[in-house]
């Protein structure tokens, strides 16, 4: 079931395992705070890294006012934690192997790239405020189109505050 997430609309909550393999829902990050979920398509794949990379550079100052960046890829949480390990990403990576949150937020990819890749997450960012409410959504089919960082770290910003 694909759900059309609308902002001001509560997002369904979810569990999946990060890095470490422990599962972790969307509700235990949302109770601390703003959190930004960011899907992307592929550890390892060069403007993935650099999307990653931003968020822990961009981001890693706004977790003192309760703004949290959570990673969500379909690749396994083996390639995610090598990932993580070799970028120094300190934000959760989760694994959506089997793909069911990323259908269930609306931007799984059918087709990837034309390399014939079936199946993978779009590059694309929702904020969540703390009562889980969709506050913000961008996504884009081009995997090559980084995340608008200024106007995520905005409405973060204002949600924290």
């Not at 890294?49 to 706004?62: A, I, P, Q, S, V």
């Not at 090598?82 to 269930?104: C, G, H, I, M, W």
Request: glycine residues 6%.
């Amino acid at each position: 079931m694909v759900v059309a997430l609308r902002l001001g609309q509560k997002v369904p909550d979810f569990s999946l395992p990060d890095a470490d393999k422990t599962l972790r829902t969307l509700d235990e990050f949302t109770k601390h705070g703003t959190t930004i979920l960011a899907f992307f398509p592929f550890a390892f794949s060069g403007v993935c890294d650099k999307e990653m990379c931003t968020f822990r550079d961009w981001f890693g100052g706004l977790q003192k006012a309760s703004v949290q960046v959570v990673g969500v890829s379909v690749d396994s949480v083996f390639s995610l934690k090598a990932f993580a390990q070799t970028y120094n990403l300190e934000f959760p990576l989760l694994s959506d192997f089997n793909k069911k949150v990323t259908r269930l937020y609306g931007v799984l990819q059918d087709s990837w790239v034309g390399l014939g890749y079936k199946g993978v997450s779009k590059r694309a960012v929702f904020v969540v405020d703390m009562r889980g409410m969709l506050r913000y959504r961008w996504a884009t089919d081009t995997p090559s189109v980084e995340p608008p960082y200024a106007e995520v770290s905005k409405m973060a910003q204002k949600l924290a505050a």
